[in-house]
């Protein structure tokens, strides 16, 4: 059975217009600038070639001028279709063969996206407890794994910063690459990221022996990883942050791993689809509206 929503539906150039429009990515109305006066829309060709015209002084405006798509060429349903397999998590192999693109056109699509992914949260930033909520917090190393030690140089580690929010279901966190796990690295992150009277459970890694000192801190509690999973004493476990990056991590190896100057996109994207994209087909309708959001029209 069809999902209820998608480019399947789509009957035509004139549903794809339709939706960009009524979706806020294309605008509906423009003014002529020289004639102060509404321009009407017109088509060049039966495809993309929409234009604004001017009644009076017949000037024109290309559709996309000022939109998120300004000066590409690729066509209103490709790009629908695009999105559609990127929310539906289809690997850029596979949405290749189905949209018959370019390679590098499907790539530079779905790196848009996962710039969309980027933006919103930087809007909408991560803030995780609360008085008496514990946050649990550990580094992760992400580099990839060599399938053995011959032909290929040593690599250098990537170190992901994780946080999350044990009292939220599914998890909340926030995943940060970072250079390196020092003190003077990590500590500001918790205390950008975690809302006054939070509780930092983490393990004994020795860069976190400030985190009580942190303005807004209320508690650090540890768990000795050399020794146990779970502090036998007051239960003190890291398993939420764990299980959290896992989950990030086996994306990225089913991608077969990611170059260090990605890794940061990709972990928003991950954060992103956590938050916005869990139901698939809720994450289509919201990847669009995050793009109308980030490129209003008139
Ligand atoms: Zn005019």
Redesign the pocket.
């Known amino acids: 059975m069809l999902p209820k929503i998608g480019p399947h539906l789509f009957n035509g150039f004139d549903d794809y217009l339709d939706f960009f429009q009524r979706r806020g990515l294309y605008p509906t109305a423009k003014d002529?600038?020289?004639?102060?006066?509404p321009?009407y829309m017109s088509t060049r060709n039966r495809s993309d070639g929409l234009v604004w015209r001017?009644?009076?002084?017949?000037?024109t405006i290309a559709m996309r001028t000022g939109t998120f798509l300004a000066g590409q060429k690729i066509a209103m349903d490709d790009w629908l279709n695009l999105v559609y397999y990127w929310a539906t998590e289809t690997s850029v192999k596979h949405a290749i063969v189905h949209t018959g693109l370019k390679p590098k056109v499907v790539i530079q699509q779905y790196r848009f996206l996962r710039d969309i992914c980027s933006q919103k949260l930087l809007q909408t930033p991560t803030l995780l407890g609360g008085p008496g909520v514990v946050v649990q917090i550990d580094e992760s190393c992400f580099s990839h794994s060599r399938k053995n030690g011959r032909g290929r140089a040593p690599e250098r580690e990537m170190w992901v910063f994780g946080l999350v929010d044990t009292t939220t279901k599914p998890a909340r966190g926030y995943l940060q690459f970072v250079e390196d796990r020092s003190a003077a690295t990590l500590l500001p992150i918790i205390e950008d990221k975690t809302r006054p009277g939070t509780i930092i459970h983490s393990d004994m890694w020795a860069a976190y022996r400030q985190v009580v000192a942190i303005p807004g801190i209320a508690e650090h509690r540890t768990v000795n990883h050399s020794r146990h999973f779970v502090n036998p004493i007051d239960g003190t476990h890291t398993q939420n942050v764990e299980s959290y990056w896992n989950k990030a991590k086996s994306k990225l190896k089913a991608m077969k791993g990611v170059k260090r100057e990605w890794l940061s996109e990709y972990l928003d994207e991950f954060m992103w689809r956590e938050e916005f994209g869990k139901d698939l087909l809720v994450g289509f309708e919201n990847i669009i509206d995050h793009i109308a959001e980030i490129y209003p029209q008139a």
């Open positions: 002529c600038s020289y004639c102060n006066v321009m001017c009644h009076r002084c017949r000037r």
